[in-house]
C-alpha cells in the first residue's frame, strides 16, 4: 500500500494520480452500450432475450419469464431465519425514519396585492431501480433505492436485477417483498437500463432510474440521461479516513479493508498527521488483509488504488480530503465535530471511533448509494428528491398585474418578443 508525505518531493504527482481513481473508460464501451440501447429500443423483448441468453447464460422461453414471481419473493421472506428477517426489518425502518425527515412540502405564499405564488411537490409515476446482482447481490441496495421512492409516494416501482444462470439472491427477493415490489425483472447491465428507459413489450417506461452498476450500466445511464431522469454516475466504491494519534490502528486497517474488499478498482485512503499511526495501521492491514475471504480482491484494490498519507497537519490532511472528496469519509479524531465545519465535499460523513462505514451500508439509516470519484463536489446522495418534482404555482389577482405588469412588458419588448409583451399588456387598466 503507497505511504507517502506530503512533503515528499513528487508528492502532487502521486495525489493527483489518486484524484484519478474515479475515471471510467466510458469512450471505450460508450459504442458498445449504444448499440445494446439501439437493440432494446427497436426489438424490445427480443434483443433484451437475446443479451439475456449472451450475458447471464440462460434461455428466456416466455416473456412472462422475464418477471420475478411475486410468490417467490413472499416464499425467500417466509423462509427467512428470524434473526435476519428482524434485522432487514430494522434496517428498513431505519431506512424509512431518515428518508421522511427529507421530504419537501408543497406550500403556497400571499401577498397584500391579492397574488399567489407557491410550489406543488409531486412524485414520479414510475421509478426504476437497478439493483447488481453480478459478483455480489446487494439487497440494502434494494431497500436504499425502493425506500425513498416509496416515502415520495412514487406509484409504481420496477426493480432489474440480474441472474447469471437465472438464479437469484435469496435476500434480495426477501428485501422486495418487504418493499411491496410487484414489478421485478431478470434483467441487467445496459440492456436493462435501455428497457426502463424506453419500455419494451413486457417492461414499462420509467420517469427516472436510480442504482449502482458496472461501467456499462453507469455508461447506459449517462446515454439515456434527459429522456429519464437519473440519480448520479456512480464509480468504484471508496472510502477516505482522517485520523489523529487518538485513532485505533486496529479499526482503521479493517475500515480501509471494509471497501477494498468489493471491488479491485475500490479505493481506501487514510490521511493523518501521525506518522507513527500511519506505520501502524499499515502493518495491521496487511495482517488483517491474509484473514479476508475476499482476500485476492482487497489485495489489488489496496496495492494498486490504496494509499496513507502523511500531512504536517490536520488542517492540511483535511484540506487533501476535501480535494478528494471521497464517497465515504470516516472521521476518526478525538474531537470529530470540531473537524465537520471544515468538510466541504464528502458524500457520507461518519464520525468518531464508533462509526464505521459499514453501519452506513445497511442499517444507520441514510442512504448508501452515493457519489463517487469526486462527484460529491456537486451530487448529494441518493434521497427522496430523486423521485420527486416540483411545480411552480403562480395566480395573478387583477390589482397584482397592473402592480408588475408595466415592467414585465418593458422587458419583453426589449426582447423583441411582441406577443408576450401584448399578452400582459391587455390585461392592465
Known sequence: MLLIHSNDRDFNEKFDELLKRGAMDMEHVASIVTGIIKEIRTEGNAALK?????????????DADLMVDTN???????????ALRDALHLAYDRIKAYHEKQMPKSWLDFDEAGNTLGQKVTPVDRAGLYIPGGKAAYPSSLLMNAIPAIVAGVDEIVVATPTPDNEINHLVLAAAHLCG????????????????????????????????????????????????????????????????????????????LSQAEHDEMASSILITPDPELAETVRETLYLELGKLERELIARKSIEERGAIIVTETMDEAIDLMNRIAPEHLEVMTA????????????????????????????????????????TAKFYSPLNVENFLKKSSIIAMSEDGINAIGEACALLANTEGLTAHEKSVRIRLK
Open 335 to 374: 474531537n470529530p465535530f470540531e473537524l465537520l465545519p471544515k468538510i466541504r465535499h464528502a458524500g457520507a460523513i461518519f464520525m468518531g471511533h464508533f462509526t464505521p462505514e459499514p453501519i452506513g451500508d445497511y442499517i444507520a439509516g441514510p442512504n448508501h448509494t452515493l457519489p463517487t470519484g469526486g
Open 72 to 82: 417467490e419473493m413472499k416464499k425467500a421472506y417466509d423462509t427467512l431465519d428470524t
Open 50 to 62: 437475446r443479451h439475456i441468453e449472451k450475458f447471464d447464460r440462460w434461455s428466456v422461453k416466455r
Open 181 to 256: 415490489i410487484e414489478k421485478m425483472f431478470k434483467m441487467g447491465g445496459a440492456s436493462a437500463i435501455a428497457a426502463m428507459a424506453y419500455g419494451t413489450e413486457t417492461v414499462p417506461k420509467v420517469d427516472v432510474i436510480t442504482g449502482p452498476g458496472n461501467i456499462f450500466v453507469a455508461t447506459a445511464k449517462k446515454l439515456v440521461y434527459g429522456d429519464v431522469n437519473i440519480d448520479m454516475i456512480a464509480g468504484p466504491s471508496e472510502i477516505g479516513i482522517l485520523a489523529d494519534g487518538t485513532a485505533i490502528p486496529e479499526y482503521l486497517a479493517i475500515d480501509l
